[in-house]
């Protein structure tokens, strides 16, 4: 197996939101963690920033997020999570030469 694709992205979502963006959130990670090539997929809370959140996505091949990124159930929590967030969420795609268990 080749070494997985990474998804890192970072929203800040306001406060009087942040119940509706983990519902949504919720949703879409339960759906994602059935969907091909998934091997990982969390969305966590900043504990000591409130509002930050900051998901981490493990992914077979890029060819898997590319199809991840069509699914209906990601395009209904990007269309939620879009009214939710103070600003336009930052998303990465990392695609390492190799990852070493520490």
């Not at 997985?4 to 519902?23: K, Q, S």
């Not at 981490?56 to 990601?74: G, I, N, P, T």
Request: charged letters at 25%.
């Amino acid at each position: 197996m080749s070494d997985p694709v990474l998804v890192i992205a970072r929203a800040r979502v306001i406060p009087a939101e942040r119940e509706r963006f983990i519902a949504a959130a919720r949703d879409c990670i339960a759906a994602t963690r059935r969907e091909q090539g998934c091997l990982g997929y969390d969305i966590c809370e900043n504990l000591t920033d409130p509002g930050h959140f900051v998901s981490v996505e493990s992914w077979e091949k890029r060819a898997d997020v590319d199809r991840h990124m069509q699914q209906a159930h990601l395009q209904a929590f990007l269309a939620i999570a879009g009214t939710c967030v103070s600003a336009a969420p930052v998303i990465e795609v990392v695609e390492p030469r190799s990852v070493d268990r520490l």
